[in-house]
T-cell receptor
Framework: GENVEQHPSTLSVQEGDSAVIKCTYSDSASNYFPWYKQELGKRPQLIID?????GEKKDQRIAVTLNKTAKHFSLHITETQPEDSAVYFC?????????????FGPGTRLSVLP | DGGITQSPKYLFRKEGQNVTLSCEQNLNHDAMYWYRQDPGQGLRLIYYSQIVNDFQKGDIAEGYSVSREKKESFPLTVTSAQKNPTAFYLC????????????????FGAGSRLTVL
């Protein structure tokens, strides 16, 4: 089955700096890669996603890149702000005979220091 | 709560007791999922269901059971066979299969925190 690894597990940056979180996946059949942000005590919320037929996607300060050959994808946050502090999860989505399944990475705790 | 309601928010259980966590959605989504969240381990899939009266085991189904009698409801029972049930449980749903814009975006409930005393 699919296995998703995520690094680093914790990340501290100064406000205004960039943050990068990297994930790798194992199943070449995975075709959808979302990123979720979870603030303390709240539910995960989608911040950006990318499909396997796209190499890069950007939404304001957030961007995601995908390298299908190497089976890795990354989240880039520029000009970080204190409100970016949260746990970020990557995931790999694959369609099997039953339906759509998602495998999550273990998460990265991002702290943006003022 | 974003169309998915989980209850209760907090639950305490004595060892040996079964408990049922409720998940109701009014989004008309076809597929529903139950995840368990433990610190440092991300979200692990317990069960998922694509249609009514059908569901599949996820990676950590042992000690759990589900039902899908209605499209909008997907309750999870944590049985006494689950050896370490203390965790945060998240229910989620998506509209339909691939090819439909927005179909892959998981919508999560607010979660239920279960503590075994």
């Amino acid at each position: 089955g699919e296995n998703v690894e995520q690094h680093p597990s914790t990340l501290s940056v100064q406000e205004g700096d960039s943050a990068v979180i990297k994930c790798t996946y194992s199943d070449s059949a995975s075709n959808y890669f979302p990123w979720y942000k979870q603030e303390l005590g709240k539910r995960p919320q989608l911040i950006i996603d990318i499909r396997s037929n796209v190499g890069e996607k950007k939404d304001q300060r957030i961007a995601v890149t995908l390298n299908k050959t190497a089976k890795h994808f990354s989240l880039h946050i520029t000009e970080t702000q204190p409100e970016d502090s949260a746990v970020y999860f990557c995931a790999a989505g694959v369609s099997d005979n039953y339906g759509q399944n998602f495998v999550f990475g273990p998460g990265t705790r991002l702290s943006v220091l003022p | 709560d974003g169309g998915i309601t989980q209850s209760p928010k907090y639950l305490f259980r004595k060892e040996g007791q079964n408990v049922t966590l409720s998940c109701e959605q009014n989004l008309n989504h076809d597929a529903m999922y139950w995840y368990r969240q433990d610190p440092g381990q991300g979200l692990r899939l317990i069960y998922y269901s694509q249609i009514v009266n059908d569901f599949q085991k996820g990676d950590i189904a042992e000690g759990y059971s589900v039902s899908r009698e209605k499209k909008e409801s997907f309750p999870l029972t944590v049985t006494s066979a689950q050896k370490n049930p203390t965790a945060f449980y998240l229910c989620a749903s998506i509209p339909a299969g691939t090819g439909i814009p927005g179909a892959n975006v998981l919508t999560f409930g607010a979660g239920s925190r279960l503590t075994v005393l």
